[in-house]
Nanobody, 124 residues
Framework: QVQLVESGGGLVQAGASLRLSCTAS????????MGWFRQTPGKEREFVAA????????YYTDSAKGRFTISRDNAKNTVYLQMNSLKAEDTAVYYC?????????????????WGQGTQVTVSS
């Protein structure tokens, strides 16, 4: 069992940066691939970024490439999402997710554990 708690969301202006953190409990974190997803009202939850168990593989949605960076610190049971050059269209609730497998994946269906979400609002 893995429990996830996100933090770091907030209200910022376009062009600013935010760093989201997700701290996990449970001994399996170090073997788990992790992902960040986001959701806006009326839309399905969408993939943002994912990282393998050892950080060796990362994936990003096209809109995040070059602006967002996913990383993890297994000693702290924490995964991060550094978001730079934020745009109004990045406004969403951001969710951290963990999967039992070690390989990064991009589909919501492949993640078993989810955090409660943190709101990111970017004003234009």
């Amino acid at each position: 069992q893995v429990q996830l708690v996100e933090s770091g969301g907030g209200l910022v202006q376009a062009g600013a940066s935010l760093r989201l953190s997700c701290t996990a409990s449970g001994r399996t974190f170090r073997r788990s691939a992790m992902g960040w997803f986001r959701q806006t009202p009326g839309k399905e939850r969408e993939f943002v970024a994912a990282i393998s168990w050892n950080g060796g593989t990362t994936y990003y949605t096209d809109s995040a490439k070059g602006r967002f960076t996913i990383s993890r610190d297994n000693a702290k049971n924490t995964v991060y999402l550094q978001m730079n050059s934020l745009k109004a269209e990045d406004t969403a609730v951001y969710y951290c997710a963990a999967r039992s497998g070690s390989f990064a994946r991009m589909r919501t269906s492949e993640y078993e554990y989810w955090g409660q979400g943190t709101q990111v609002t970017v004003s234009s």
